[in-house]
């Protein structure tokens, strides 16, 4: 039997490689659409348990690899210089929390990425959840800012 979607009246082919649970066309979860569902209860809970079971894990692996921190850094700032938090990625709806990398800032300019914290936003302050691991990008950042250091200093020694 073709499931056909109740939003937007989609017919699901065989073919199709979107979870059983969402139609191709728009997306959207049959179970949510006013007008009921033409999958079975099982399937759905089926597809559902399978979507929570990924999204646990990659919280588990998320949580594995960040380390408790004592107290927040440092994210003051002084006529441009200073530490600031910049960029966010790895969004947690569960707790409304995402990475971000703090900085080590030169006229506003992230210069050094120094970590990277899971941080909850509320208004004009954070909350730390956890200290994690810098990305490769933060990684290649850091080693362009070594050589800029050693660069200047040896164009400066030979004067």
Known sequence: MATVCPKCSYTRKSVETVPDWQCPQCG?????????????AASLRSAEAG???????ARAVDQDEQQPISSAPS???????????????????????????????V????????????????????????????RTFDKVHLGLAAL????????????
Request: glycine share 8%; charged share 20%; hydrophobic share 40%.
């Open 51 to 57: 979507t929570s079971a990924r999204r646990a894990a």
């Open 28 to 40: 959207v979860a049959y179970n949510k659409v006013s007008g009921g569902s033409s999958m079975s």
């Open 107 to 134: 006229l506003f300019l992230p210069l050094v990425p120094l970590a990277r914290y899971r941080v909850i936003r509320d208004g004009n302050s954070y909350a730390f959840l956890g200290k994690g691991r810098l």
């Open 148 to 159: 800029m250091v050693v660069w200047f200093y040896l164009a400066n020694r030979s004067r």
């Open 75 to 105: 994210l003051m700032t002084i006529n441009g210089f200073g530490f600031k938090l910049y960029g966010s990625s790895d969004y947690d709806p569960d707790n409304d929390s995402y990475m971000t990398t703090h900085y080590l800032v």
